[in-house]
């Protein structure tokens, strides 16, 4: 008997405690989540249309779901519908896919540590590949030439033109005498040069935008002296490459930040402010691992 009353006693517990959660849970709720509700029942019955719909909705309703999983929620549905048409424009071609790294692959099984064909240097490789892609696609010539030299054209300017500035930048501090300071602080201790070695180029790859220019200047700068603060100038210079890379990721100048801002339609101050977290903690992670 006093099995059964104890039963009956939880299942009054079991009563109240589902009352008070699920007026909780009404309590709590918002307009917006419960068109998110309806819209995955319609998700999981492979309604899309329906569902797609309703995200959409959900988008201008207030929810405890943030604007960035509601489209996540939608990208999916593009995923799952079955559009003939889309299928054909995202279709991939695996022989064009294949063709830039064409010069990739002649460097690597041409370079000293293979050498399964004579070694060609990079301008020889990168024509060799825009021939075979020409000989592929087969474009219009006229058009084709002048994409070309463009394309040359930008590259003397986006890549020489910041090689050219990172020297500018290295002379400088050498002229002024900032190197030489920064090297006698980093002989004094191996733990400045750690840090330095990771967060300087960090730093002005925040700054600058730019990941190469940072590397460029650190590496002509401090790395040649790496073995003054009891480090291998690979090891070094791996830091500085790597460090740079992060500082860039989270730079609000540079210009692949400044596009992907724009594409999400937020400021890239915020996208620099999202990664500014992550970036400083590899940052500190490939560090402690290298140095």
């Known amino acids: 008997m006093r099995y059964f009353l104890y039963i009956f006693d939880m299942h009054r517990v079991f009563f109240v405690l589902t009352v008070l959660f699920s007026f909780f849970l009404f309590s709590c709720s918002k307009p917006g989540d419960l068109t998110i509700s309806r819209a995955m029942k319609?998700?999981?019955s492979q309604d899309y249309d329906t569902a797609l719909s309703l995200f959409k909705e959900s988008l201008e309703e207030d929810s405890h779901y943030s604007p960035e999983l509601i489209y996540n929620f939608i990208a999916s549905i593009y995923l799952q519908q079955d559009d003939v048409e889309d299928e054909q424009v995202f279709r991939?071609?695996?022989?064009y896919a294949a063709i830039p790294i064409i010069p990739l692959v002649l460097l690597v099984v041409g370079s000293?540590?293979?050498q399964l064909i004579p070694e060609i240097s990079v301008?020889?490789?990168?024509?060799?590949?825009?021939?075979?892609?020409?000989?592929?696609v087969r474009p219009d010539v006229k058009e084709a030439t002048k994409k070309f030299f463009r394309g040359t054209g930008d590259g003397m300017c986006d890549v020489v033109g910041l090689i050219a500035a990172a020297a500018c930048f290295?002379?400088?501090?050498?002229?002024?005498?900032?190197?030489?300071?920064?090297?006698?602080?980093?002989?004094?201790?191996?733990?400045?040069?750690?840090?330095?070695?990771?967060?300087?180029?960090?730093?002005?790859?925040?700054?600058?935008?730019?990941?190469?220019?940072?590397?460029l200047a650190f590496n002509g700068?401090?790395?040649?002296?790496a073995a003054d603060f009891g480090y291998g100038i690979?090891?070094?210079?791996?830091?500085a490459q790597i460090g740079a890379g992060l500082g860039r990721c989270m730079s609000p100048v540079a210009g692949a930040g400044i596009?992907?801002?724009?594409?999400?339609?937020?400021?890239?101050?915020?996208?620099?402010?999202?990664?500014a977290i992550p970036t400083i903690a590899a940052a500190l992670v490939v560090m402690l691992t290298l140095l």
Do not use: W
């Open 123 to 136: 301008p020889v490789a990168m024509l060799v590949g825009t021939a075979i892609g020409c000989v592929v």
């Open 259 to 275: 596009i992907l801002a724009k594409m999400a339609g937020v400021a890239p101050m915020e996208l620099a402010k999202r990664n």
């Open 170 to 215: 290295t002379a400088g501090m050498k002229t002024i005498g900032l190197t030489d300071a920064l090297i006698e602080a980093m002989k004094s201790s191996q733990q400045i040069a750690q840090i330095a070695a990771a967060y300087g180029p960090f730093i002005i790859g925040a700054v600058s935008g730019s990941g190469n220019a940072a590397a």
């Open 92 to 95: 991939v071609n695996y022989l």
């Open 112 to 114: 000293k540590q293979v």
């Open 42 to 44: 319609s998700y999981q």
């Open 221 to 225: 700068a401090v790395t040649p002296h």
């Open 234 to 239: 690979v090891e070094l210079g791996s830091m």
